[in-house]
């Protein structure tokens, strides 16, 4: 069962759900560091990405473009489901002598968000939630992981003053590598927020996607700069600017979101 198959079948379960007035939409991204809030009960949240990513490393030219999705299912209040994968993924590899190009999908990651704590600016208490992801190696063969990666991040939220925020986003996971060998990472992303209005909202980040030994990929580390616009209360537009801050990591990349709640 692929990515593609379980997001259509997810938006044709959406297109039906009831829709209930709520206050507007909160979406993971298109930050790097996720939101501290669940969707909401009996709430379905699709937010799709469309990625374009550069990578100049080993005397080599690599071109990403691809197209990840997660899709959130609210049981309760503070407690949703999670499907995340990406629906297609285009690689393009440029040397002196050769250019190849491989295509497919991603692996099928499934995980829950627990919200465990409400945010109450005036005593700076945070917002807080838990992610558990597991992913699974359920790609197209060029794109398929080994074995089962659980991982577990949290993200701790404050609202500050004159409209800023401040979240936190420390994780561990559990991954392979290509020789078979599991290894343990962490990551963490921190991200400065200012909403410039109603609609408009501005962020800068730091996100270290990994923070491993070298034999297991070294430490992967971006700055970012971003936006989010609201279109109504139900539907969201934005998007981020990746740049490499070590050389470990890709070069650049450009994050495109379009989220819709249903």
């Known amino acids: 069962m692929t990515p593609r198959f379980l997001y259509l079948a997810a938006l044709a ?3 039906s759900a009831p829709v209930s007035a709520a206050a507007p939409i909160d979406t993971d991204g298109p930050d790097y560091v996720d939101s501290s809030e669940a969707v909401g009960k009996n709430r379905f949240q699709i937010e799709q990405d469309a990625i374009s990513e550069r990578d ?22 503070t407690l949703e489901l999670r499907l995340t994968g990406d629906i297609h993924r285009r690689e393009t590899t440029a040397s002196r002598d050769v250019n190849t ?4 999908h991603g692996d099928l990651g499934m995980g829950v968000k627990w919200h465990s704590q409400d945010r109450d600016p005036s005593v700076n208490l945070p917002a807080v939630s838990w992610i558990f992801q597991l992913d699974t190696p359920s790609g197209s063969q060029d794109f398929r992981g080994r074995g089962l990666r659980p991982s577990l991040r949290s993200v701790v939220t404050w609202d500050l003053a004159q409209q800023y925020s401040l979240a936190l986003m420390p994780g561990v996971g559990y991954d392979t590598r290509a020789d078979g060998h599991r290894f343990s990472s962490a990551l963490l992303g921190i991200n400065i927020g200012k909403r410039m209005s109603e609609h408009l909202r501005i962020f800068a980040e730091s996100s270290v996607a990994q923070i491993a030994r070298a034999e297991n990929g070294g430490v992967v580390s971006a700055w970012n700069l971003g936006a989010a616009f609201l279109l109504s209360n139900d539907w969201q537009f934005g998007g981020r600017f990746a740049f490499a801050a070590n050389r470990n990591s890709p070069s650049n990349a450009v994050f495109i979101e379009i989220a819709g709640r249903f």
């Open 101 to 104: 190009t491989i295509e497919g």
């Open 56 to 77: 100049r490393r080993n005397a080599q030219l690599c071109r990403t473009v691809s197209a990840p999705s997660l899709i959130r299912y609210g049981i309760g209040e």
């Open 13 to 15: 379960c959406a297109a």
